[in-house]
């Protein structure tokens, strides 16, 4: 499997909040994305913690000879939802801090994927050339999207909600998380990312320059540029894999 992972600290951001990771354990991968809150000194160490012990989880996990990937994918982000809390209860400066997760296990056989907040997963697929060719995996866990599931709003009108940005789960913010979990048929690339993307680059751009660049490494770099170019008003991190 072929991986290309970006992050950037945007144009208006002061600090990189964002942690990004693409792990190889023989044949298997693991990716995640990590979107931290709580402000300078706070969301990029909530971001950072809740990576290292979701990678160390996983590793353990899989160098024992687990395959049981949606198991393990839960006791390590329910460990690293531990691991951020224990550190803001540790500092004062960070009480409240906590971090969106998206994360994958990835073999030849089949993906797995995580999520808490609102950093994404999408299902890419380069043959078609129409809308659906880009597919949401993960459902968020923000304000708007229950305001979407209930019918009050639409997904369009959710983009310029001015509660847009109020999640309802996060790493670290509460005693317990409820994780969402997929298993999906990715069709030829799997994108993980911040919604630093999103937020700046429509669906159907994402769709447009994956299909149209020429290698994923050159796709993630113009993901990036797009967002910058669009504002950059937060963070952006994108890991494209070639599955």
Do not use: W
Request: aromatic share 2%; with cysteine.
């Amino acid at each position: 499997m072929h991986v290309s992972a970006h992050t950037d600290i945007g144009q208006q951001k002061q600090t990189n909040e964002d942690a990004v990771v693409t792990a190889q354990f023989d044949e298997v991968s693991l990716l995640v994305v990590a979107d931290g809150m709580g402000g300078h000194a706070a969301g990029d160490v909530a971001s950072e913690e809740a990576t290292t012990e979701l990678e160390a989880r996983v590793s353990a996990a899989l160098t024992d000879g687990r395959t049981d990937y949606e198991s393990i994918l839960e006791e390590a982000i329910e460990s690293a939802n531990e691991r951020v809390q224990e550190h803001a209860e540790a500092d004062a400066s960070r009480s409240g801090m906590g971090t969106t997760v998206v994360a994958a296990i990835v073999d030849d056989e089949q993906i797995v994927i995580g999520n808490v907040g609102d950093s994404r997963a999408y299902d890419v697929d380069s043959e078609v050339d129409v809308d659906d060719a880009l597919t949401q995996i993960t459902v968020d866990h923000s304000f708007v999207q229950e305001l979407i599931s209930e019918g009050e709003i639409t997904p369009e009108e959710a983009t310029t909600h001015p509660q847009r940005h109020v999640l309802t789960q996060a790493l670290g913010t509460d005693g317990e998380v409820d994780p969402d979990f997929f298993s999906p048929v990715v069709k030829d690339y799997l994108l993980l990312c911040s919604d630093g993307l999103t937020e700046e680059v429509s669906e159907e751009t994402i769709r447009e320059v994956i299909n149209d660049a020429s290698g994923i490494e050159t796709a993630t770099d113009e993901l990036v540029q797009k967002a910058n170019e669009n504002g950059g008003s937060d963070n952006i991190s994108v890991i494209l894999a070639d599955v």
